[in-house]
């Protein structure tokens, strides 16, 4: 009877839920309660909850043995000891509900096993709380883009989370949990009605869902396909958008952020007055029939067509000696997005293009000819209209030259008239390298000729676009004329030489020099002469006359006067002072500047003078001088005075050489040095140095390094300790002996000599020898065997591999080794190492057949 009594009261607490629902739970908890009466009873008892509302709590609970009924107290855990509520239940019910709860209240249920008389025999405890009270209605609902909801609502006092039902056209579609408000409910159908309502969860249950509240999400947003039919346009198309009624457009120009929007009830548009060349950001919306907004569209970044390429300026180039060519250059737009491609063509056939430039050549280009030239500018959108220009190329050059009969100095020059010239030139150059340029509108031309000269003539017809190619060229030559540039120089003591531009028509020169006391004449078929025997510091009358067959002599030429060097000084003597010499000599000549020069076979040193003596000071060491005088006037130099000889201190020696002796030893010899006492001799490389200081010319030195270049250097020390640094030729060790020879046979009576070598760029030589024979091989740079055939077995043969030096020879250095080859047959059989000593000394052989 409590068991039903229980029952009716639990289907009322329920009356708030679904019918089937309540039908479900209902036949869960009467599955659980007959299962529980026949389980085997325990002596101790346990309780469990089954199930909390805002209202009511379900408890469970173990059978005890000889109860013969349950009570069930609640009090809130705040107040444990002042109950709120009580429930008896039989001694066979082993589940049972409190009602009259509070919502969203902590309260602690204990459970007693009563006997006979309502003895207590086992008790237990649990706490839980009740579900929190039934929720408002969502408070709003927003379709933020048409595949989610953002909802809001009160938050419940004590919930921990929150569930909301989602139920679509065809019935509940899921629940879904939230933690926080705003919610946002995703993965829904654009603009579809959706039914929500929520319910508030706490630890110990969820309450019942609140009213439903009906909402739509917007239109989907449409899918854009852009392109650019113009330079200032763009077209944007979409597929429909069921059920939208119109559309807005929007396209953002990057960079400016300037914004144009258009509306339409069509799935298309053209949007025109656009920048050229300029990327615009586009998205599109769509208006459903209540006039709310849909889904916006991805953006989609589009560029306009580039614009028509504007200051075009052609011109007529010949790039790096090449065919000449268009130069086609426009206005390079530097806020233009993205590459733009320039394409360049003419109706002669002729086209270019350039990426992100300015300019490009149409080439190969032709005189008189006449180009229609179309610039278009393009990117990924599409290409521009074109930029038409014509443009008229260099004529080509005049022919048909006439030279008409020279009256005195002029002659006149004609030609055929040229298409599309505007203008002639004619360039007139001589042989004395003049030029003279006749410029005219006609045909003809009119220009001085000169004698003695030869004339070579080019006409040029020019435009516009430039000048015409060079055409024939004639040449003509006058009577000779008097030779100009006459240059006198001397060239020793007593010579002169006379120097002169070639007069053009001369076979012949006669060149005369004359002073008071002789003539000395000179002829010769080239513009120069040399005149000899000439006294010295005498001034000479100097002509040069031209001749040929034809016209004979022209003496009408000018003359020239030239003094003669001066004389040589004499008596030269010299006086030692404490810091140098000083020098003097006796002269004759009429005005003369002097300069002493010391030569030394190292050096040489110079003092000047208008007078008769002159000082030389700090003068090195270690030399023997040969001091003269030389007089110097405008006219030129004489003659040294004889020398007079000066010593001075020791210096290095003169000759240093460097002998290799043996790989890792080095002989340095030096020749005799002039007040030097004792040297210290120093080879440095980056691998090491040695030195060494002796008073003889030798010096034996260790340590050296194979295959290595030295600096080689000295310090020469006098008695006194005064010393002289002294630099000599590097010095290249010989190359590294190999390591790991090794002989292996090579097949009948060949062997094969293997080796390793830390230079690639040394001949290696192999000797190999015994008492009765002699063999040898070489292997080119880098190689590292090489084969010897012919070899008579049974015999101990001595090898050795040595690099070859740049002159041939084998370094001697490397060490010999010593091979016994066996006989198999008539062949070679075993070769065994026996090392580098005697074949009476022990030693390991080494197995090295094959």
Same mark, same amino acid.
């Given at each position: 009877?409590?068991?039903?009594?229980?029952?009716?009261?639990?289907?009322?607490?329920?009356?708030?839920?679904?019918?089937?629902?309540?039908?479900?739970?209902?036949?869960?908890?009467?599955?659980?309660? !007959?299962?529980?009466?026949?389980?085997?009873?325990?002596?101790?008892?346990?309780?469990?909850?089954?199930?909390?509302?805002?209202?009511?709590?379900?408890?469970?609970?173990?059978?005890?043995?000889?109860?013969?009924?349950?009570?069930?107290?609640?009090?809130?855990?705040?107040?444990?000891?002042?109950?709120?509520?009580? #429930?008896? !239940?039989?001694?066979?019910?082993?589940? @049972?509900?409190?009602?009259?709860?509070?919502?969203?209240?902590?309260?602690?249920?204990?459970?007693?096993?009563?006997?006979?008389?309502?003895?207590?025999?086992?008790?237990?405890?649990?706490?839980?709380?009740?579900?929190?009270?039934?929720?408002?209605?969502?408070?709003?609902?927003?379709?933020?883009?048409?595949?989610?909801?953002?909802?809001?609502?009160? *938050?419940?006092?004590? #919930?921990?989370?929150?569930?909301?039902?989602?139920?679509?056209?065809?019935?509940?579609?899921?629940?879904?949990?939230?933690?926080?408000?705003?919610?946002?409910?995703?993965?829904?159908?654009?603009y579809t009605v959706y039914s929500l309502s929520i319910m508030a969860v706490n630890s110990g249950g969820q309450n019942q869902p609140s009213e439903s509240i009906t909402a739509r999400t917007v239109l989907a947003p449409p899918q854009l396909s852009t392109s650019s039919p113009s330079s200032n346009s763009i077209h944007v198309s979409w597929q429909p958008v069921d059920p939208a009624v119109s559309y807005t457009v929007t396209l953002v120009h990057v960079g400016s952020n300037?914004?144009?929007?258009?509306?339409?009830?069509?799935?298309?548009?053209?949007? %025109?007055?656009?920048?050229?060349?300029?990327?615009?950001?586009? &998205? +599109?919306?769509?208006?459903?029939?209540?006039?709310?907004?849909?889904?916006?569209? +991805? !953006?989609?970044?589009?560029?306009?067509?580039?614009?028509?390429?504007?200051?075009?300026? =052609?011109?007529?180039?010949?790039?790096?000696?090449? *065919?000449?060519?268009?130069?086609?250059?426009?206005?390079?737009?530097?806020?233009?997005?993205?590459?733009?491609?320039?394409?360049?063509?003419?109706?002669?056939?002729?086209?270019?293009?350039?990426?992100?430039?300015?300019?490009?050549?149409?080439?190969?280009?032709?005189?008189?000819?006449?180009?229609?030239?179309?610039?278009?500018?393009?990117?990924? &959108?599409?290409?521009?209209?074109?930029?038409?220009?014509?443009?008229?190329?260099?004529?080509?050059?005049?022919?048909?030259?006439?030279?008409?009969?020279?009256?005195?100095?002029?002659?006149?020059?004609?030609?055929?008239?040229?298409?599309?010239?505007?203008?002639?030139?004619?360039?007139?150059?001589?042989?004395?390298?003049?030029?003279?340029?006749?410029?005219?509108?006609?045909?003809?031309?009119?220009?001085?000729?000169?004698?003695?000269?030869?004339?070579?003539?080019? +006409?040029?017809?020019?435009?516009?676009?430039?000048?015409?190619?060079?055409?024939?060229?004639?040449?003509?030559?006058?009577?000779?004329?008097? *030779?100009?540039?006459?240059?006198?120089?001397?060239?020793?003591?007593?010579?002169?030489?006379?120097?002169?531009?070639?007069?053009?028509? #001369?076979?012949?020169?006669?060149?005369?020099?004359?002073?008071?006391?002789?003539?000395?004449?000179?002829?010769?078929? +080239?513009?120069?002469?040399?005149?000899?025997?000439?006294?010295?510091?005498?001034?000479?009358?100097?002509?040069?006359?031209?001749?040929?067959?034809?016209?004979?002599?022209?003496?009408?030429? *000018?003359?020239?006067?030239?003094?003669? #060097?001066?004389?040589?000084?004499?008596?030269?003597?010299?006086?030692?002072?404490?810091?140098?010499?000083?020098?003097?000599?006796? %002269?004759?000549?009429?005005?003369?500047?002097?300069?002493? =020069?010391?030569? &030394?076979?190292?050096?040489?040193?110079?003092?000047?003078?208008?007078?008769?003596?002159?000082?030389?000071?700090?003068?090195?060491? @270690?030399?023997?001088?040969?001091?003269?005088?030389?007089?110097?006037?405008?006219?030129?130099?004489?003659?040294?005075? !004889?020398?007079?000889?000066?010593?001075?201190?020791?210096?290095?020696?003169?000759?240093?050489?460097?002998?290799?002796?043996?790989?890792?030893?080095?002989?340095?010899?030096?020749?005799?040095?002039?007040?030097?006492?004792?040297?210290?001799?120093?080879?440095?490389?980056?691998?090491?140095?040695?030195?060494?200081?002796?008073?003889?010319?030798?010096?034996?030195?260790?340590?050296?390094?194979?295959?290595?270049?030295?600096?080689?250097?000295?310090?020469?020390?006098?008695?006194?300790?005064?010393?002289?640094?002294?630099?000599?030729?590097?010095?290249? %060790?010989?190359?590294?002996?190999?390591?790991?020879?090794? $002989?292996?046979?090579?097949?009948?009576?060949?062997?094969?000599?293997?080796?390793?070598?830390?230079?690639?760029?040394?001949?290696?030589?192999?000797?190999?020898?015994?008492?009765?024979?002699?063999?040898?091989?070489?292997?080119?740079?880098?190689?590292?065997?090489?084969?010897?055939?012919?070899?008579?077995?049974?015999?101990?043969?001595?090898?050795?591999?040595?690099?070859?030096?740049?002159?041939?020879?084998? $370094?001697?250095?490397?060490?010999?080794?010593?091979?016994?080859?066996?006989?198999? @047959?008539?062949?070679?059989?075993?070769?065994?190492?026996?090392?580098?000593?005697?074949?009476?000394?022990?030693?390991?052989?080494?197995?090295?057949?094959?």
């Amino acid at each position: 009877m409590r068991f039903l009594v229980y029952m009716s009261s639990w289907r009322r607490q329920w009356t708030e839920e679904p019918t089937n629902r309540q039908e479900m739970k209902l036949l869960q908890v009467l599955a659980l309660v !007959f299962t529980c009466s026949r389980t085997v009873s325990s002596s101790d008892l346990s309780v469990t909850v089954f199930s909390t509302t805002s209202r009511s709590t379900i408890l469970r609970w173990t059978r005890v043995d000889n109860a013969q009924s349950y009570r069930i107290s609640v009090a809130k855990s705040s107040s444990p000891s002042s109950p709120v509520a009580f #429930a008896m !239940f039989g001694g066979n019910t082993v589940m @049972g509900s409190v009602n009259s709860l509070s919502p969203n209240v902590l309260y602690t249920f204990t459970v007693e096993a009563l006997g006979q008389n309502r003895t207590p025999l086992d008790s237990a405890q649990i706490q839980t709380s009740t579900a929190p009270p039934v929720m408002d209605p969502l408070t709003t609902m927003k379709s933020q883009d048409s595949r989610s909801l953002t909802l809001g609502f009160e *938050p419940q006092t004590g #919930a921990s989370h929150y569930v909301v039902r989602i139920s679509g056209p065809s019935g509940l579609l899921r629940e879904e949990v939230v933690n926080s408000v705003p919610a946002v409910v995703q993965d829904l159908s654009p603009y579809t009605v959706y039914s929500l309502s929520i319910m508030a969860v706490n630890s110990g249950g969820q309450n019942q869902p609140s009213e439903s509240i009906t909402a739509r999400t917007v239109l989907a947003p449409p899918q854009l396909s852009t392109s650019s039919p113009s330079s200032n346009s763009i077209h944007v198309s979409w597929q429909p958008v069921d059920p939208a009624v119109s559309y807005t457009v929007t396209l953002v120009h990057v960079g400016s952020n300037s914004e144009v929007k258009q509306n339409t009830s069509y799935t298309n548009i053209t949007v %025109s007055g656009l920048e050229a060349g300029a990327l615009y950001t586009i &998205s +599109a919306v769509s208006w459903d029939p209540e006039g709310r907004e849909g889904e916006p569209s +991805a !953006f989609i970044n589009q560029t306009t067509r580039p614009p028509t390429p504007s200051g075009i300026n =052609i011109s007529v180039v010949q790039p790096h000696g090449g *065919p000449a060519g268009l130069l086609v250059s426009w206005e390079h737009l530097e806020d233009l997005h993205g590459s733009v491609q320039y394409w360049v063509s003419s109706d002669q056939n002729l086209t270019c293009d350039s990426v992100d430039s300015d300019s490009c050549i149409l080439s190969p280009l032709d005189c008189g000819q006449v180009h229609n030239i179309h610039v278009v500018a393009s990117n990924p &959108s599409g290409s521009s209209l074109p930029s038409v220009h014509d443009f008229i190329s260099y004529p080509c050059s005049p022919d048909s030259l006439v030279l008409e009969d020279p009256v005195e100095d002029e002659c006149a020059l004609t030609w055929a008239p040229v298409p599309h010239a505007e203008i002639y030139v004619v360039v007139i150059k001589r042989s004395d390298g003049s030029e003279e340029t006749c410029n005219t509108t006609d045909t003809n031309c009119t220009f001085t000729c000169g004698c003695g000269l030869t004339h070579l003539l080019s +006409a040029y017809a020019q435009n516009d676009a430039g000048t015409s190619p060079a055409g024939p060229m004639l040449n003509f030559t006058k009577v000779p004329c008097c *030779p100009e540039d006459v240059t006198i120089s001397g060239v020793s003591a007593d010579t002169i030489e006379v120097i002169w531009t070639a007069a053009r028509g #001369a076979d012949l020169y006669e060149t005369r020099a004359v002073d008071s006391f002789e003539v000395i004449v000179c002829n010769d078929t +080239a513009p120069v002469c040399a005149l000899s025997d000439l006294s010295c510091d005498q001034t000479y009358s100097f002509k040069v006359t031209p001749c040929n067959d034809i016209s004979g002599c022209n003496r009408a030429c *000018p003359a020239h006067s030239r003094d003669t #060097a001066p004389c040589s000084p004499t008596h030269l003597q010299l006086h030692h002072t404490s810091s140098g010499v000083s020098v003097s000599w006796n %002269s004759t000549n009429r005005m003369a500047n002097f300069t002493v =020069i010391a030569k &030394s076979d190292e050096s040489t040193l110079t003092c000047t003078s208008d007078g008769d003596t002159c000082d030389i000071n700090d003068l090195p060491c @270690g030399s023997i001088y040969h001091v003269s005088v030389m007089a110097t006037s405008g006219a030129g130099q004489s003659l040294p005075s !004889f020398s007079e000889l000066l010593e001075t201190e020791p210096c290095c020696p003169q000759n240093l050489t460097v002998e290799q002796v043996t790989q890792a030893i080095t002989n340095v010899t030096w020749s005799p040095a002039r007040g030097a006492d004792s040297f210290r001799v120093a080879l440095t490389s980056s691998r090491g140095h040695a030195r060494c200081h002796t008073q003889d010319s030798h010096c034996l030195m260790g340590c050296i390094t194979c295959g290595t270049n030295y600096t080689v250097t000295m310090d020469a020390y006098s008695s006194s300790g005064r010393h002289a640094d002294c630099v000599y030729q590097g010095f290249s %060790s010989s190359a590294c002996c190999p390591s790991g020879v090794r $002989v292996y046979k090579n097949g009948g009576t060949s062997l094969r000599v293997l080796w390793r070598s830390s230079s690639s760029s040394s001949h290696m030589q192999v000797q190999m020898s015994s008492t009765s024979h002699n063999f040898s091989c070489s292997a080119s740079p880098g190689g590292s065997s090489c084969d010897i055939t012919g070899v008579q077995c049974g015999e101990v043969y001595t090898v050795l591999v040595a690099p070859v030096t740049a002159g041939g020879a084998v $370094v001697p250095f490397c060490h010999h080794r010593l091979f016994s080859v066996t006989c198999s @047959g008539s062949d070679v059989g075993t070769v065994s190492y026996r090392g580098k000593r005697s074949l009476n000394d022990s030693r390991i052989s080494e197995d090295l057949s094959s």
